[in-house]
């Protein structure tokens, strides 16, 4: 069965105090791997897509990575700013061409100023 | 300017009843989403129509009924609404259903059943 699973759950870090989040994922076969950002109250917001291991995307203090069997979402000298849920996600073989997404249960992070 | 916009936000209703929420994305976009998020923060998909044509339907009660009346809604029907219906649903759209091309959502209706 596709699985998604993130760690820590909970992340608390001081301003500037660079840390990682991590994404697990056991599927059929990866099509892709989404990172979306989810503030309180408000839908997910779409961060990054990679396809395939060793791909690596920025964007501003964040910068996603991708081997055959995780994904980690760095973050470099987060601000208070940053605070929020990531949320990581597959896109299987498994779900064929239908745009289905396997989402794992999310890292809260909180940056404190 | 809203791309992904549902209503209501908040629904609060008893047992039994039955309830709508409403999509609407004027994005342009080919195919929406319902997905529904539990109080552990998991969202797991519901459904999923194309162009009007329904695409994915998870393991989701009968009660549940969407309805896509043109490319640009996509409505969720709650027929005699339980406890463990309590939940944040959210809609989403994407240009197509391929693999490139990121989900964009609403922000959500926090349905809770007393």
């Known amino acids: 069965e596709d699985q998604v699973t993130q760690s820590p759950e909970a992340l608390r870090l001081q301003e500037g105090e660079s840390s990682s989040l991590n994404c697990s994922y056991t599927v059929s076969g990866l099509r892709g791997l989404f990172w979306y950002r989810q503030d309180p109250g408000k839908g997910p917001e779409f961060l990054f897509t990679?396809?395939?291991a060793g791909e690596e995307k920025e964007k501003e203090r964040l910068k996603a990575t991708l081997t055959k069997k995780e994904s980690f979402l760095h973050i470099t000298a987060p601000k208070p700013e940053d605070s929020a849920t990531y949320l990581c996600?597959?896109?299987?073989?498994?779900?064929?061409?239908?745009?289905?997404?396997?989402f794992g249960q999310g890292t809260t992070l909180q940056v404190k100023p | 300017d809203t791309a992904v916009s549902q209503t209501p936000k908040y629904l609060v209703t008893q047992m039994g009843n039955d309830k709508s929420i409403k999509c609407e994305q004027n994005l342009g976009h080919d195919t929406m989403y319902w997905y529904k998020q539990d109080s552990k923060k998991f969202l797991k998909i519901m459904f999923s129509?194309?162009?009007?044509?329904?695409?994915i339907n998870e393991t989701v009660p009968n009660r549940f009924s969407p309805k896509s009346p043109d490319k640009a809604h996509l409505n969720l029907h709650i027929n005699s609404l339980e406890l463990g219906d309590s939940a944040v649903y959210f809609c989403?759209?994407?240009?197509?259903?391929?693999?490139?091309?990121?989900?964009?959502f609403g922000n959500g209706t926090r349905l809770t059943v007393t």
């Open positions: 129509y194309n162009n009007k044509e329904l695409i």
């Open positions: 989403a759209s994407s240009l197509e259903y391929a693999i490139n091309s990121p989900l964009h």
């Open positions: 996600a597959v896109q299987a073989n498994s779900g064929g061409n239908t745009g289905k997404l396997i």
């Open positions: 990679l396809y395939s």
